[in-house]
Each structure stands twice: as structure tokens, then as C-alpha cells.
């Protein structure tokens, strides 16, 4: 972890950074710096690794640690471990969700995913590693250890049984009959949603934020989580062969279209406006300090992939 941390001693401070744009450039930096393996790592799953995480993407769950981190008083410095360790667990569950097992996809983000470049089982592991990797970085990296330690269990829950994998597993099981829009709702909130939640109070807990920031930023998370996810749908229900959906992805053929398929395309698109304006309602009492967060949940609800 040595390199991490002189890439890290070396990062600009917020005052210096201006832009969604450097944020993501950061984060691509700091990562590609935490998959440099020594010895002991074989060079085929190491390129796996890198490719299922070191593609193209947005960064959005690791710009929401960092932004978090910077709103409540703290600083990309001390973020930037635990804005790593939320990509690389994001990074895992789509390389196994695009399993044949799982969603059985064969393009992610314009490009053949990992286990139609690697085959299954190099896949498999690579997620394997890229999730034990995650918790790694948080363990060691975010000081002092009691607060790695609240990170670390609050990043294992978020991707566990009863938030992301469960969300997956509903979303897997009732694949044969139709759920009700509040059903669809509580998967994504913790299919999509969680991670988003996770990436802002990880932010928030290393800079000490306040329990009412900390409020604030979880209310936010909830409802971009899930406007994200609808955007998502209205995309996939358009374009068959979408790219970068954390549901229904893109690859062998059209897929149910989640929540257009259920209210229609118009009320998905109210229902996302909603959750944006929501979402930015509960971050007015930061003033200034929220700015980044109401132009990344416009991104995210005009995004076209």
C-alpha cells in the first residue's frame, strides 16, 4: 500500500480541484495504483482484475465518498481509500452479475465483459478478489483503525445479504412473476440503492460528520440510489443493447424494463424528476457545500448512458 499512499500524499486538496471531471481522474489514478499486485497474484487473474475495474465508468459511487468527505469538513485525502474500496465492490458485483449464471451478458459499457474476455472462472475470481481487495484498503488505509473498523462493517453490509446480493437474489427469484411497483422500489433501494447510501456515510464518517449530515446525506443517497435506477430502466426499455445499467443490462436480446414496463415510460420519467428534486431538497440546509451533490443527481437523471 505504499504507492497508494505517496499517490495519495500527493493529491490536491479540494480548494485546488474544480469538477466532477478531476474527481474521476483521481479516483482512476488511486485505483489503478491499488490493483498494482506483488508477487503472488498471477498475471491472467491480475489482468482480469484490472479490466473489470479499470474500464470505462463514470465513478459515481467513489465521487459521492469523496464529495461527502469534502461537504462535512474532511478532505480527498483521507477518502480516497474508502472511494476505492466502494468502486472496487460496485466493480465485483457486475462482473458477476454479467454471469451467465446471473444476467448472462455479453457487453458491458461497449466492450465484451470479463467473462467473455477471461472465461467464467478467471470472472468469478476476479470478483472474488476485488471485493476481499475492497475491504483490504479499508482495514489498512482509513485511520484511525475504530473508524476503519465502523467502515469496513458498514461497506460488508451494504454489499451482503440483506442490501446488494439480497436485492440481486429478489430480483433473481421473481423473475417469473411480476412485482408491485413498491416491491420494485425496495430491491433497487438495496440492489442500486445501497451502495450509493454506503459510499456518502463512508464519506461522512471519516470527516466526522454530524448526525445531521449525516441524515441529510442518507436521505440524498436514497433518492438518487433510486432515480438512478429509473433512468437506468427508461434507458434499457429504449435501448435493448445498453451499455451500463445496473439492472437489466445489456447483451443477448431485450430484457424487462423495470419500472416503464410497470407505470410507463412518462411516470418513470416524473418519478425520477421527483427523486432528483427530493434529493436536492434535502441537502439546502449545506448551502454551498451541496452544490457538487444537486449537479451529480442532474447528471444522473439527464445522463443518455
Same mark, same amino acid.
Given at each position: 500500500?505504499?504507492?497508494?499512499?505517496?499517490?495519495?500524499?500527493? $493529491?490536491?486538496?479540494?480548494?485546488?480541484?474544480?469538477?466532477?471531471? &478531476?474527481?474521476?481522474?483521481?479516483? #482512476?489514478?488511486?485505483?489503478?495504483?491499488?490493483?498494482?499486485?506483488?508477487? /503472488?497474484?498471477?498475471?491472467?487473474?491480475?489482468?482480469?482484475? *484490472?479490466?473489470?475495474?479499470?474500464?470505462?465508468?463514470?465513478?459515481?459511487?467513489?465521487?459521492?465518498?469523496?464529495?461527502? &468527505?469534502? &461537504?462535512? /469538513?474532511?478532505?480527498?485525502?483521507? +477518502?480516497?481509500?474508502? +472511494? %476505492? +474500496?466502494?468502486?472496487?465492490? *460496485?466493480?465485483?458485483?457486475?462482473?458477476?452479475?454479467?454471469?451467465?449464471?446471473?444476467?448472462?451478458? #455479453?457487453?458491458?459499457? /461497449?466492450?465484451?465483459?470479463?467473462?467473455?474476455?477471461?472465461?467464467? =472462472?478467471?470472472?468469478?475470481?476476479?470478483?472474488?478478489?476485488?471485493?476481499?481487495?475492497?475491504?483490504?484498503?479499508?482495514? $489498512? #488505509?482509513?485511520?484511525?483503525?475504530?473508524?476503519?473498523?465502523?467502515?469496513?462493517?458498514?461497506?460488508?453490509?451494504?454489499?451482503?445479504?440483506?442490501?446488494?446480493?439480497?436485492?440481486?437474489?429478489?430480483?433473481?427469484?421473481?423473475?417469473?412473476?411480476?412485482?408491485?411497483?413498491?416491491?420494485?422500489?425496495?430491491? *433497487?433501494?438495496?440492489?442500486?440503492?445501497?451502495?450509493?447510501?454506503?459510499?456518502?456515510?463512508?464519506?461522512?464518517?471519516?470527516?466526522?460528520?454530524?448526525?445531521?449530515?449525516?441524515?441529510?446525506?442518507?436521505?440524498?443517497?436514497?433518492?438518487?440510489?433510486?432515480?438512478?435506477?429509473?433512468?437506468?430502466?427508461?434507458?434499457?426499455?429504449? #435501448?435493448?443493447? =445498453?451499455?451500463?445499467?445496473?439492472?437489466?443490462?445489456?447483451?443477448?436480446?431485450?430484457?424487462?424494463?423495470?419500472?416503464?414496463?410497470?407505470? /410507463?415510460?412518462?411516470?418513470?420519467?416524473?418519478?425520477?424528476?421527483?427523486?432528483?428534486?427530493?434529493? %436536492?431538497?434535502?441537502?439546502? +440546509?449545506?448551502?454551498?457545500?451541496?452544490?457538487?451533490?444537486?449537479?451529480?443527481?442532474?447528471?444522473?437523471?439527464?445522463?443518455?448512458?
Amino acid at each position: 500500500m505504499q504507492k497508494v499512499q505517496a499517490l495519495m500524499s500527493r $493529491t490536491p486538496e479540494a480548494s485546488i480541484l474544480t469538477g466532477h471531471a &478531476a474527481l474521476r481522474h483521481m479516483v #482512476d489514478r488511486a485505483l489503478e495504483e491499488s490493483v498494482r499486485f506483488p508477487s /503472488g497474484c498471477p498475471r491472467r487473474l491480475a489482468d482480469a482484475i *484490472h479490466y473489470g475495474l479499470l474500464g470505462p465508468g463514470k465513478r459515481l459511487r467513489p465521487r459521492l465518498v469523496l464529495m461527502a &468527505a469534502d &461537504a462535512c /469538513g474532511g478532505n480527498f485525502h483521507d +477518502a480516497l481509500p474508502a +472511494a %476505492c +474500496a466502494v468502486e472496487m465492490v *460496485h466493480a465485483y458485483s457486475l462482473i458477476h452479475d454479467d454471469l451467465p449464471a446471473m444476467d448472462d451478458d #455479453d457487453l458491458r459499457r /461497449g466492450r465484451p465483459t470479463c467473462h467473455k474476455v477471461y472465461g467464467e =472462472a478467471l470472472a468469478i475470481l476476479a470478483g472474488d478478489a476485488l471485493l476481499a481487495r475492497a475491504l483490504e484498503i479499508l482495514a $489498512t #488505509d482509513v485511520l484511525p483503525p475504530s473508524k476503519a473498523a465502523r467502515c469496513v462493517a458498514a461497506l460488508a453490509r451494504a454489499a451482503g445479504p440483506t442490501q446488494l446480493v439480497g436485492g440481486q437474489a429478489d430480483d433473481l427469484l421473481g423473475g417469473t412473476q411480476r412485482p408491485s411497483p413498491a416491491d420494485l422500489e425496495d430491491i *433497487h433501494r438495496r440492489k442500486t440503492g445501497a451502495l450509493f447510501r454506503v459510499a456518502l456515510r463512508l464519506g461522512g464518517w471519516i470527516a466526522d460528520a454530524s448526525a445531521e449530515q449525516l441524515d441529510m446525506l442518507d436521505t440524498y443517497g436514497t433518492k438518487v440510489g433510486l432515480a438512478f435506477q429509473i433512468t437506468d430502466d427508461l434507458l434499457d426499455s429504449v #435501448d435493448s443493447s =445498453a451499455p451500463d445499467s445496473a439492472a437489466g443490462r445489456a447483451g443477448n436480446g431485450p430484457k424487462p424494463a423495470g419500472f416503464p414496463l410497470m407505470t /410507463g415510460a412518462e411516470a418513470s420519467r416524473r418519478r425520477a424528476r421527483e427523486l432528483v428534486q427530493q434529493a %436536492c431538497r434535502a441537502l439546502e +440546509a449545506m448551502g454551498p457545500r451541496g452544490t457538487p451533490f444537486i449537479a451529480l443527481a442532474r447528471e444522473i437523471a439527464e445522463r443518455r448512458r
